[in-house]
């Protein structure tokens, strides 16, 4: 498939931004711009972030699979990430997980039937006392998740796909 010009120029402004000998710091941004493209990153796609950037394929897959904000396999169009980490758990981020798991029909790491969504357990996302929080797709943060604002979310999230 490959990148767009529009991504590789995106890609080139974050490369800009270091010396050209440290083009490997860039790796992060290239990451998240070619995830915005593809919806997550395939071995090819990694690959061609490398070569891009000019780094070994095994130091992007490192990258990738390391943080918890990369893709590296299909997901459903939104991915929701639940703090589970103990600040949150402890104020109703174990319970909004059981929440949606019961909602979605589905467990962490699983997407819904109909390719929607994909729910993960994410990782501190700096918010502890606007718990439970939850992330859609890595951009959106939703503080104070009670289960009728769950509700909304997914509502929301269901009805911009009939547009």
């Given at each position: 498939m490959?990148?767009?010009d529009?991504?590789l120029?995106?890609?080139?402004?974050e490369l800009?931004?270091f010396p050209a000998d440290?083009?490997?710091?860039a790796v992060?941004?290239a990451l998240?711009i070619?995830?915005?493209?593809t919806?997550?990153l395939?071995?090819?796609?990694?690959?061609?972030?490398a070569?891009?950037?000019g780094m070994?394929?095994v130091a992007?897959?490192e990258?990738?699979t390391?943080?918890?904000?990369y893709?590296?396999?299909?997901t459903?169009k939104y991915?929701?990430s639940v703090c589970?980490?103990l600040?949150?758990?402890?104020?109703?981020?174990?319970?909004?997980?059981?929440f949606?798991?019961?909602k979605?029909?589905?467990s962490?790491?699983?997407t819904?039937?109909?390719d929607l969504?994909?729910l993960?357990?994410?990782?501190?996302?700096?918010a502890?006392?606007?718990?439970?929080v939850m992330l859609?797709?890595?951009?959106?943060?939703?503080?104070?998740m009670?289960?009728?604002k769950?509700?909304?979310?997914?509502?929301?999230?269901r009805?911009?796909?009939k547009k």
């Amino acid at each position: 498939m490959g990148l767009s010009d529009l991504a590789l120029k995106k890609i080139d402004r974050e490369l800009a931004k270091f010396p050209a000998d440290q083009r490997q710091s860039a790796v992060m941004a290239a990451l998240a711009i070619a995830q915005d493209e593809t919806s997550w990153l395939s071995p090819e796609v990694m690959q061609e972030v490398a070569a891009y950037i000019g780094m070994p394929p095994v130091a992007v897959q490192e990258v990738a699979t390391f943080y918890n904000m990369y893709n590296t396999a299909p997901t459903g169009k939104y991915k929701i990430s639940v703090c589970t980490n103990l600040p949150c758990a402890l104020s109703g981020g174990e319970r909004a997980a059981h929440f949606l798991k019961k909602k979605l029909g589905i467990s962490f790491k699983e997407t819904s039937n109909d390719d929607l969504f994909t729910l993960v357990e994410g990782e501190c996302m700096g918010a502890c006392g606007d718990a439970p929080v939850m992330l859609v797709n890595n951009k959106r943060m939703c503080s104070f998740m009670s289960d009728s604002k769950i509700d909304a979310l997914i509502t929301e999230l269901r009805e911009a796909e009939k547009k």
